[in-house]
């Protein structure tokens, strides 16, 4: 994992690299509905971490989720093989030209990841760029989403103050135009 940015609190740091090699208390999936793996991260997440994933997303769909997880909701599983403890899965808004709630939509993936860690007690967790890749939502837009939405996030809710937030790019030029979205500099 390259850190590229680390905020002066240390609470929030920009990465290049595969968040399935992250020893977070939680990694974030950028899931789809069906919770039953797919491709970008979400297949990268399920193959680095065997089939006690899909096993356990399988369970939840045949109780608690019948029609599946909603785009801005976020479920929590066991990690399998991962480094990390948990895997919290969320699904992205699919972009379909920015006039059918998809800004409120992504902002919620954040907040109700945070929010489940938050009862989880986690002490890490670490984002991809949700809905950055095959949901086609803008990288840009979406940086300023993920990093105001989690600051918000962090500056409104006193059982976060200890969190540490990854946020973690698979490639460089994505990190970088996350951080130029968010006025950050290169270190
Ligand atoms: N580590 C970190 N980031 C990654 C990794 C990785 N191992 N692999 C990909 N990315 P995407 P979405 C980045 O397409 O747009 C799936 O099929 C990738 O470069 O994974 O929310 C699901 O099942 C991009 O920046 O997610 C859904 O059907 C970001 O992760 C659909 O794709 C998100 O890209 C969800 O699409």
Redo the contacts with the bound molecule.
Sequence with gaps: MKELYRSDNGRCIIAV????NIACDAIVN???SSLL????????IHSAGGPAILAECRALRNSSLPNGLPPGKAVATTAGRLPARRVIHTV?PIWQGGAYGEDETLASCYRECLALAMIEQLKSIAF??????????PKERAAKIAWNTVQDYLASTPEAASIIVWF????EI?AHIFLEANGKIKL
């Design positions: 690299g595969d968040i399935t950028a899931a789809n793996g797919g491709g970008g991260v979400d297949g990268a992205g991809p760029a949700i809905s950055t890749g095959i949901y086609g939502f973690v790019f698979f490639s994505d």
